[in-house]
């Protein structure tokens, strides 16, 4: 009896591979015998997957940030919310640096904390210099940051100031070649840097630069002219510092954050009585996997992503796999109806509907699987014009993930079954009395269905042109739009006031001015709009005490209004002859 069981069982399986290994044949003869109308609707399946596989890169990339990153579920960001009388409150992603050492004594939960200040400084190679980015940490700073290294090590504390770490990119930059331990680099500050390390390049789905990194000290941070000046690092008011707080358990978040308007009153400013720091500004974690799409905009190191950009081209990738299905549902619809006579004789020769059904579905998911192939094709042939398109790094390597393919596969088959079904079940409902009698090959249903599909097609495309054009006018609106400067013709020479040129830089803007092209020229700490990086608290208005008001600090020159085209509501220009003039 056993025998005979394991007999049965074995010949069903090779019915059923004698079935499977007919289907394929037949959809293959049936796919090379309509060449015209198989390759235009794989071709147009493939661009609709093509595009997919597109914007689903873009997305995977955007949804990616800091996740590559060794305990990144451990890591925050410490950012700052600012309260200014009679404004709308406003997120920094910079905040304090005299906050560092007490954040480190009064929270227990914090295996350790950071500082990230970022300063442009020129680098001198023989009688070239280079104006490059400069990261300066904490020596700490590598123990939140297991980051990679491609030659040499990095010291448990990283405190030497004389030290430096640069990336591959600076070391080939410089020095011609990626292994340059050992070697020096000049900066215009006169001080020569000994390379400790070299890091393995970021990868591009990082929020922070790190191609040059050196120990954040006061000898870096000196204090400023007068008795009352102090260095950065310890003024309240300078919001130019990104704090990093790793703890051994993500779930301390929320009670870490209760406890910081207590914190803030013990340990922040108090200009005058009146302050009560926790009502001025208030303190939050930003979790490091969410400071792309989450964290604040203002102060930020790298431009925010778009949680709402992210969705809509979901939609839109979504939108499109569904026009690409309809169409290809329609074009099958179409041409198996030509295919009654077929139907009908195999179920006269006793094919059941449930073969016919795998018969049709067999076929579509043979030309949806030949239209993903073709896709992957058409994706490495875009992908490095897409890239420069939407600016970032790609590579079809992002494609080799397993779980990436096993989703585009797995995408693939439900196209296949959702285009396939609807020829598939109407052409396995065709009775052969009336296909063979009548020679009628298809039913008011299925071209009312039809129909219905085309319209939803067109309705689709329709929208997606109309937001397309929408979009393009509100970005020609917002390039065009006044400003409050003029934007043309104008030539931005950054860092003059590196100390490479000190006080000569009213020379360079003299000598320029000589110029017969050059109609003005101003000096400025920089343009107008450009990224905010630093907050200076004023307490005192004309002698009287007040609650500090945080302003954005900009030194200009008398000519800045001019070379601008800045129109004032009110007053006059500035004048050297009166050293106490201040613009707002």
């Known amino acids: 009896q056993y025998a005979c069981c394991t007999r049965q069982s074995h010949r069903r399986i090779k019915v059923r591979m004698m079935k499977f290994t007919n289907y394929m044949i037949s959809a293959s003869r049936n796919i090379y015998k309509n060449k015209l109308f198989s390759a235009i609707n794989i071709l147009g399946l493939a661009v609709g997957f093509a595009t997919c596989i597109l914007i689903m890169l873009f997305i995977k990339d955007e949804l990616s940030y800091d996740k590559w990153i060794k305990d990144s579920g451990n890591i925050f960001r410490l950012e700052l919310t600012s309260f200014p009388p009679g404004s709308p409150p406003y997120q920094l992603a910079a905040t304090m640096g005299p906050l560092i050492p007490f954040i480190r004594q009064d929270f227990p939960e914090v295996v350790s904390a950071a500082r990230l200040v970022y300063e442009t400084r020129n680098v001198r190679m023989n009688n070239d210099y280079f104006s490059e980015e400069v990261a300066y940490v904490d020596s700490n700073f590598f123990q939140i940051f297991d980051l990679p290294i491609a030659h040499g090590t990095i010291a448990q504390e990283f405190n030497d100031p004389s030290s430096i770490i640069i990336s591959e990119e600076m070391a080939t930059k410089y020095f011609g070649e990626k292994d340059v331990v050992g070697k020096s680099l000049s900066l215009s500050n006169g001080r020569d840097y000994r390379v400790e390390a070299v890091l393995k390049d970021l990868p591009s789905n990082t929020h922070f630069e790190l191609d040059m990194v050196i120990p954040i000290s006061y000898s870096e941070f000196p204090k400023g002219d007068g008795d009352e000046s102090e260095s950065m690092l310890d003024n309240w008011f300078d919001i130019g510092t990104y704090i990093y707080i790793k703890l051994d358990d993500p779930a301390a978040q929320a009670s870490m954050e209760r406890k910081f308007p207590d914190f803030l009153d013990r340990r922040g400013p108090r200009p005058n009585d009146q302050t009560i720091p926790h009502e001025r500004w208030n303190l ?49 619809t179409a041409r198996a109806s030509l295919r009654a006579r ?72 439900l196209v296949a079954l959702g285009a396939g079904a609807h020829p598939a079940f109407i052409m396995s409902s065709f009775r052969p009395t009336r296909i063979l009698g009548s020679g009628k090959s298809e039913s008011v249903g299925s071209i009312k269905f039809r129909t219905f599909l085309v319209i939803i097609q067109f309705a689709i495309c329709i929208s997606l042109i109309v937001s397309a054009l929408v979009v393009y006018s509100q970005l020609n609106y917002s390039l065009d739009r006044d400003a409050g400067f003029e934007k043309e013709n104008l030539i931005v020479l950054n860092r003059i006031s590196d100390p490479l040129i000190g006080n000569k830089a009213t020379i360079l803007k003299n000598r320029l001015l000589t110029h017969p092209d050059v109609v003005a020229a101003t000096l400025t700490s920089s343009v107008p709009a450009d990224r905010m990086v630093a907050l200076i608290g004023f307490g005192n208005v004309g002698g009287n005490e007040v609650d500090p008001i945080l302003l954005r600090l900009q030194s200009i020159d008398q000519d800045y209004i001019t070379t601008y085209g800045i129109d004032m509501i009110s007053g006059r220009n500035l004048s050297l002859d009166r050293g106490d003039d201040v613009s707002i």
């Open 284 to 332: 939050h974690l930003m979790p490091l996997e969410d400071i792309h799409l989450k964290g604040a905009a203002r102060a930020r190191i790298n431009p925010k992503g778009n949680i709402t950009t992210i969705i809509s081209f979901a939609l839109i990738a979504l939108m499109i796999l569904i026009i690409a299905c309809f169409n290809f549902m329609n074009l099958s």
């Open 342 to 413: 077929e139907v009908a004789l195999r179920k006269v020769l006793g094919a059941q509907r449930q073969d016919i059904i795998v018969q049709f579905l067999s076929e579509a998911a043979l030309m949806a699987f030949t239209a993903f192939l073709v896709s992957l094709v058409l994706v490495e042939i875009a992908l490095p014009y897409y890239a420069i398109l939407i600016d970032k790094v790609m590579g079809i390597g992002a494609l080799h993930s397993p779980i990436t393919m096993g989703v585009l596969i797995i995408l693939t088959l």
